[in-house]
């Protein structure tokens, strides 16, 4: 018989998922800051966990504060 406790039934869900759906989770919450050069300078892309560009940035201040007011979590790429 199964133990039926909370901690039981999110490892059986977790079990359960998809590779795909494992990959998307948390994916509305994170982005990630590259460096890129863009016209001759250094400049910060940001990108979802999907891989969508988002926007850019002048600094990596400037990004992550942009993510951070925007409820996500940051991660740098290099």
Same mark, same amino acid.
């Given at each position: 018989?199964?133990? =039926?406790?909370?901690?039981?039934?999110?490892? %059986?869900?977790? =079990? =359960? %998922?998809?590779?795909?759906?494992?990959?998307?989770?948390?994916?509305?919450?994170?982005?990630?800051?590259?460096?890129? $050069?863009?016209?001759? =300078?250094?400049?910060?892309?940001?990108?979802?966990?999907?891989?969508?560009? /988002?926007?850019?940035?002048?600094? %990596?201040? /400037? +990004?992550?504060?942009?993510?951070?007011?925007?409820?996500? +979590?940051? $991660?740098? /790429?290099?």
């Amino acid at each position: 018989m199964t133990d =039926r406790t909370p901690a039981n039934f999110k490892a %059986m869900a977790l =079990r =359960r %998922m998809s590779g795909t759906d494992f990959l998307a989770l948390g994916s509305d919450k994170i982005v990630f800051v590259k460096p890129v $050069a863009a016209e001759g =300078r250094q400049s910060y892309s940001v990108y979802s966990a999907s891989g969508e560009e /988002l926007g850019h940035a002048d600094s %990596m201040e /400037l +990004a992550e504060a942009t993510a951070f007011k925007n409820d996500f +979590a940051v $991660a740098t /790429l290099h």
